[in-house]
């Protein structure tokens, strides 16, 4: 997998995918994509958790497990340990750095093909300037649709200009120099992208050949609503300590006051299946863990 053809001459790219808690959900992300499982996929597990992922484990015939201490279940740190690991491989008995490129995603994150994936490494590779390219989200189509009228077609393949998350490429020069700080949480993607941003780097692109799809709010990762409350806003402090501007920018903070309100009526457990931010559904109706779905009746429908 790790090396393929460019317009530029080959390149060689890596997956990055940290894990906790999703030891059967991994199993079974891996049975979707058998492609990952070869040397230049690194597989964060924390240590703790080693006798959950042995089943799984013993089943790779090749992924690269890096092990690591996590007791504060920041994805943050899980990346960073991930991204020395494969910083530090050298090309085989070259002393040059044995990666071009680093494919970032998640435990429970599905791209469509070994296709999809290569033409994600493709795609950042052949844009004329440094960015950062991510794949295309199911939801895409409907979320960025004033953007995608802003699409391109470099050597075949079609991105347009946004910023977006989960399943993303990076090149070494951009990656190389970076640190994720452990306390940047679940917010790893966006202190990254403030940090590229607060050094003059603008290109943000999602390629539409790209497919992948994901499920928010699965058990494991980040843990239990209140946890992930709770790390999201050590993970702002952070991001606003480390570049104030940029995350000022809007003038104020948004809070969800009824859903806050709701919270601490119920004794301070978050209710519901989910936090607020990046909902689709309206804050009062997230207090509830179950979803009422609420159809339409055609005329058609009512005369038969």
């Known amino acids: 997998m790790p090396t393929i053809q460019t317009a530029d001459g080959r390149v060689r790219f890596c997956v990055l995918i940290p894990s906790r808690g999703r030891a059967k959900l991994l199993a079974k992300s891996f049975q979707k994509m058998p492609w990952l499982n070869q040397p230049d996929t690194y597989l964060g597990i924390e240590t703790d958790e080693l006798s959950e992922y042995q089943d799984f484990t013993k089943g790779l015939i090749g992924a690269s497990v890096v092990t690591y201490h996590n007791p504060r279940g920041s994805v943050a740190w899980a990346r960073e340990v991930l991204r020395r690991s494969a910083m530090a491989r050298r090309g085989g008995h070259s002393r040059s750095p044995r990666y071009d490129y680093f494919v970032v995603t998640d435990d429970n994150a ?130 606003a300590g480390d570049f104030p501007a940029l995350v000022g920018a809007t003038g104020t903070l948004r809070l969800p006051w009824q859903h806050l309100i709701h919270t601490v009526q119920a004794g301070g457990t978050i209710t519901g299946n989910r936090l607020v931010g990046g909902a689709m559904r309206k804050e009062k109706d997230l207090q509830h863990k179950r979803l009422t779905i609420r159809r339409k009746t055609s005329p058609q429908s009512q005369r038969r």
């Not at 440094?130 to 989200?137: E, F, I, K, S, T």
């Not at 470099?154 to 990076?170: E, H, K, M, W």
């Not at 058990?219 to 050590?234: D, I, M, T």
Request: some cysteine.
């Open 110 to 239: 599905i791209h469509r093909s070994e296709d999809a994936l290569h033409k994600l490494v493709r795609a950042c590779a052949e844009w004329p300037e440094l960015c950062v390219m991510a794949g295309m989200h199911s939801t895409a189509m409907h979320i960025d649709r004033g953007k995608i009228g802003k699409k391109k077609t470099i050597c075949g393949l079609t991105s347009y200009p946004a910023v977006a998350a989960i399943f993303q490429c990076y090149p070494r020069e951009l990656y190389a120099d970076y640190c994720y700080p452990e306390d940047a949480f679940g917010l790893d993607d966006r202190h990254y992208f403030l940090w590229l941003l607060d050094r003059g780097n603008t290109e943000f692109r999602v390629c539409m050949d790209a497919p992948f799809t994901k499920s928010r709010y699965q058990a494991g990762g980040q843990g239990s609503l209140n946890e992930r409350a709770e790390k999201c806003g050590r993970a702002i402090a952070r991001l």
